[in-house]
């Protein structure tokens, strides 16, 4: 039987009007690919090297067919390069495509035929995701460029404070801004050698952050005016509204306001089985960034920096009433259960 290669499939005109689905199977340097029709026959399993190049080489002489791949790092751009070249790009959720990630036979070859014959039979099979435009990822790489620098800094003040106590001294001060070399000058002459350098690089790093801080609020004001209505939020700063926006980019997919929730993973879990109904934890599926930078602004709001911002659990009239509520059910509660109040 003679192979079938890449270039069969562009030149025959048989294989040009089958329903050709394919399951591409991305590494980081190379890339394993499964062709099946519409019969569910394999009729290529090639590699291809994960370069703009060789993908648009390899696919855009193909006939218009249905690739699956999976998140990663690459599917983001790999995606919108098999858009443009007219076939239909359909990325699956690896966490959710358990025939791959928990399978015993795992090698390329297998994952690439398991991505080709679930897109054939259901793509909802696959828990498809829409990646964000480049525009959008680019934008939103300032936001993660800064937050990769606020991590330096915290680990490094961790490490200077932590080196200092291993002496019995301390360095002075709480807000990481601050930190600048002059901050060595009460330390002990061994000390002050080891970490002059330590505290010139957190000085470096908060005036990187800053610089960061300021290319944001630019581009919120150029780009995004819709930050300004997130804005309006107490607690909600131009880093969080900005952030929220990119994120999810179109909130028209979403039926309604609740399910952008569900999309960060602010939702309880759910495993109910006849007439079990556990009270499950947050899932913290999606964007782990946008969910931390939410808690925090929700922090703001009921810390101490809350300003007059009124609410049933602030010390108002509304608030009065809802904690003699909460007492009365509690006692409702203990009388329910006789020595709860005062447990032996």
Known sequence: MKKITTRTICRSSR????????????GDRS?????????????????????????????????????????????????????ELGHEAIVAHARDVRLIGESRRKDDKIDAQVLARLARIDPQLLSPIQHRSAEAQ?????????????????????AARGLTKSFGERIRGRNPKAFRP???????????????????????ITERIREYDDQIEKLAE???????????????GTLIALTYILTLEDPRRFRKSRDAACYVGLQPGRRNSGQSEPQLHITREGDSYLRMVLVQGAQHILGPFRGGL????????????????????????????????NPV
């Open 222 to 236: 150029e780009k995004y005016p819709e930050v300004a209505l997130l804005k309006q939020v107490k607690g909600i």
């Open 310 to 341: 009124r609410s049933p659990a602030m010390g108002t009239e509304a608030g009065g009433a809802w904690r003699q509520k909460r007492q009365e059910a509690r006692h409702r509660s203990l009388e329910e259960r006789p020595g709860a109040a």
């Open 138 to 158: 680019a934008d939103l790489s300032v936001i993660r460029a800064r937050y990769a620098l606020v991590r330096a800094r915290t680990g490094l003040i961790c």
């Open 15 to 26: 294989l040009q009007d089958r329903q050709l689905t394919i399951g591409l199977d991305v």
């Open 31 to 83: 890339s394993f690919y499964c062709v099946i029709d519409g019969k569910g026959e394999v009729i290529l399993e090639a590699k291809v090297a994960t370069r703009v190049e060789a993908l648009r080489e390899t696919f855009g002489r193909m006939p218009r067919s249905r690739i699956a791949l999976e998140t990663g790092t690459h599917s983001p751009w790999i995606s919108r390069l098999l858009s």
């Open 182 to 204: 002059e901050m060595g000058e009460t330390l002990s002459p061994q000390l002050r050698v080891a970490l002059t350098p330590l505290l010139h690089a957190l000085e470096t």
